[in-house]
């Protein structure tokens, strides 16, 4: 079963940047699709990006432009910059590694002034 852990929420004023982290325990990780979801309070999950094996990278209409996802195979490890952040960002990130059921703990994004 792959392991997941998610990194670097926080809380951050709106307008503001974060880069959260996925360290995937897998050694396939580099050849497959990575994404990143969110979760709001009351809200069903989301697709927020995900990024291929080759690194192309796809968004939802929501974060694009001011989103992105990068990747570091070397590291088993998949990235999101998130910048120009606003309060409907708020949310659980977790990340998922494409054909697998596994979910991490996730991590906390709070955006208020």
């Known amino acids: 079963q792959v392991q997941l852990v998610e990194s670097g929420g926080g809380l951050v004023q709106p307008g503001g940047s974060l880069r959260l982290s996925c360290a995937a325990s897998?050694?396939?990780?580099?050849?497959?699709?990575v994404a990143w979801y969110r979760q709001a309070p009351g809200k069903q999950r989301e697709w927020v990006a995900g990024?291929?094996?080759?690194?192309?990278?796809n968004y939802a209409d929501s974060v694009k432009g001011r989103f992105t996802i990068s990747r570091d195979n070397a590291k088993n490890t998949v990235y999101l910059q998130m910048n120009s952040l606003k309060s409907e960002d708020a949310a659980v990130y977790y990340c998922?590694?494409?054909?697998?059921?596994?979910w991490g703990q996730g991590t906390q994004v709070t955006v208020s002034s």
């Open positions: 990024i291929t094996s080759g690194g192309s990278a």
């Open positions: 998922r590694i494409g054909g697998s059921s596994s």
């Open positions: 897998t050694s396939f990780f580099g050849i497959k699709t």
